[in-house]
């Protein structure tokens, strides 16, 4: 079967020889007409392939979504199990416990700012570009330094990791 390609080219040659008066009008017109069958297969041939394309980008979007979904799940489930060892780790003053397969230890996160209230924060721990916004860095460094900065505190959180 001819591509689209060759189709155009054989359409242009054609034209060519009409209008170079090579061919009579009766010769064009069948050979036009024969043209525009293959022409009409070739596009049928197009939308079928292109509808199956869509149909499998469709198919793939929607696995795509299941799996994302399912991995939010799996990765939930194991946040849980985690806290769950945590929870128990720190009921019994434990920081490292040593399994066969896997050592799990808690350990101290980085150091976060949380802004409590920003309209408490004092205007030395404000930045004014288009709005006031806080300097957080400024911010945290002076809680590290035992600056009482009003509005802001340092949070120090703690997770579990499993070797």
Known sequence: MATLYQLDSRTQALL???????LDPETLADTMDSLEGEYEEK???YGKVMAQLKADAEAAMAESKRLAERAHVLQNNRKQMLLRLQSSMEKRS???VKAKLFTFSIRNNPVKLVIDD???LPKDFMDHIDKWEPNNPLIKDALKQNVVV???HLEQGQSLVVK
Do not use: P, T, V, Y
Request: aromatic fraction near 6%; charged fraction near 35%.
């Open 43 to 45: 596009f049928d041939g």
């Open 118 to 120: 920003q309209d408490s």
């Open 16 to 22: 060519g020889k009409a209008e170079d008066g090579l």
């Open 94 to 96: 434990q920081r490292r």
């Open 150 to 152: 009003s509005g802001a």
